[in-house]
């Protein structure tokens, strides 16, 4: 089955940047919009789009010229009757998407594939409203498509498997990456990243950690390319608020329920980087400072001890026992057990180093604020960012990162996708450095698997206790998981 007439209704940013991709790989394209307002901002994004790309040396004038060539613009959905696929790319809205794909079903030859690119909507459902649900898929690029190297190719029960295999190939000829996955809410990289992207929002409304902490700790402490706050402000949190909607009208899943927070600010009008704010105002997160302390004494203990001790000896600080300025526990679990064993617990402050990168600094209930600032000095002078937090199990970086990696082992074990797609579609969906599976096995399947007990001890969240196929694959005593 071979694409060579591509039609694309709605010109937005992501129908423009879809409409693009395809001329790019030499296809026709016909591009639809509802009126020649809608039409012309359309045609300025393609033209504003690959003038950039021109800009940048990633283009030639005759490249350029030639891409432009290949786009016709019309107003009118009949001029799609020879099609041979048709790509939706309008809002959000399943009611318009359904009033949409019935007329492209009327309108369309009966071999014509008709794909929508919704991030989270049914694909079965839309499917539905037509008469050839066999021939209807989901294509979901990412945005800037132009740039994206993903594209989940949804299949539904009902999809002809022929199409899938021509919807793949596609995909390879337009220097993409696909990933073939099920009918579920979110896919695969919405199913994963949202939950992840509120439940930071929720630990910000719970007090664990501040904004800029909790970006910090994920951004440097487990090397994300943004903060789940930074990406929440970039992906719109009106765009993520629908989409936690969909999956919790799905799951039924409470953690899937958008956080009262991310409702009061779409609420208020305050969406993210198009509204000129969101969880910022427009100001970026503020670096931390090399940092200058008044404490002089230091005592430390707990794995990897004796090393911070040499370093903060050589910066001038002197260990002295319990009674010292200030009393550093170092690990990964909560220390207020440690703390009643003190004399004077106020002292006590718990850290979870990430490396030279940044610092968890564990708060317990009897922690005094002179203690916290005094650690916070302590890591700073090492050039070490401070991030105080509560003494809860996980503090940031686990509570967040550990269940985001539980639902992928649930995701996989389910048969809803493999090992390998999850972790491409995560590396190149999102940009992450590693996928969730690469990621919990560098960490080691115990930790995580232990990890998440704590979690669901502490927290008594169901979705944190560990899924039964790691569970399984600790008792066995194995390192990784079996791929086929």
Do not use: W
């Amino acid at each position: 089955m071979a694409f060579e007439r591509v039609g694309v209704v709605g010109l937005g940013t992501m129908g423009a940047g879809i409409a693009e991709v395809f001329a790019r790989a030499g296809l026709r394209v016909l591009g639809v919009e509802a009126d020649a307002e809608a039409l012309a901002r359309g045609r300025a994004l393609l033209e504003k789009s690959t003038a950039r790309a021109l800009d940048k040396g990633r283009l030639t004038a005759q490249e350029r010229e030639a891409i432009l060539g290949r786009v016709t613009l019309t107003t009118s959905r009949e001029d799609l009757r020879e099609a041979d696929l048709v790509v939706e790319a309008i809002p959000e809205h399943l009611e318009l998407k359904l009033g949409l794909f019935a007329d492209l079903d009327r309108i369309c030859k009966p071999e014509t594939v008709l794909a929508t690119n919704t991030s989270s909507l049914p694909v079965t459902a839309i499917a539905a409203a037509t008469g050839r649900p066999g021939r209807v898929i989901g294509l979901h690029f990412f945005n800037p498509a132009p740039v994206m190297r993903l594209v989940e190719v949804v299949c539904t029960v009902l999809s002809d498997p022929g199409v899938t295999r021509a919807a793949e190939e596609l995909a390879g000829r337009l220097g993409k990456t696909a990933v073939t996955v099920g009918d579920r809410a979110g896919f695969v990289v919405n199913r994963l990243l949202l939950p992840y992207l509120n439940h930071a929002a929720v630990l910000l409304e719970l007090g664990v950690a501040t904004r800029d902490g909790i970006d910090a700790v994920m951004r440097q402490g487990a090397g994300l390319p943004m903060g789940p706050f930074e990406l929440l402000d970039l992906i719109g949190l009106d765009t993520a608020y629908e989409i936690m909607e969909v999956l919790y009208d799905e799951t039924r899943d409470r953690r899937h329920a958008p956080s009262p927070l991310l409702r009061e600010l779409v609420t208020a009008g305050r969406l993210g980087r198009k509204s000129g704010g969101g969880f910022y105002a427009g100001e970026p997160p503020q670096p931390q400072g090399a940092g200058t302390s008044r404490v002089r004494t230091f005592d430390v203990a707990g794995p990897g001890a004796d090393e911070l001790a040499e370093r903060l000896g050589a910066a001038g600080f002197k260990r002295s026992g319990e009674d010292a300025d200030v009393v550093l526990r170092l690990g990964d679990r909560p220390v207020v057990e440690h703390a009643v064993r003190l004399r004077d617990p106020a002292r006590l402050v718990g850290v979870r180093l990430h490396g030279d990168r940044v610092a968890e600094l564990a708060v317990t209930a009897l922690t005094s604020q002179e203690a916290v600032s005094g650690a916070s000095d302590l890591m700073k002078v090492l050039g070490i960012t401070p991030v105080p937090c509560k003494d809860r199990a996980g503090f940031v970086a686990d509570a967040l990162l550990l269940p985001y990696l539980n639902d992928a082992v649930r995701m996989h074990d389910a048969g809803y996708a493999s090992i390998v797609d999850i972790d491409t579609a995560m590396r190149l969906g999102c940009g992450y450095p590693a996928g969730p599976f690469e990621t919990l096995e560098a960490m080691g399947l115990e930790r995580v698997r232990d990890g998440l007990r704590a979690l669901y001890a502490e927290y008594r969240e169901p979705a944190f206790a560990p899924a039964p196929l790691l569970d399984q694959l600790v008792v066995a005593g194995a390192s990784a998981f079996p791929r086929s």
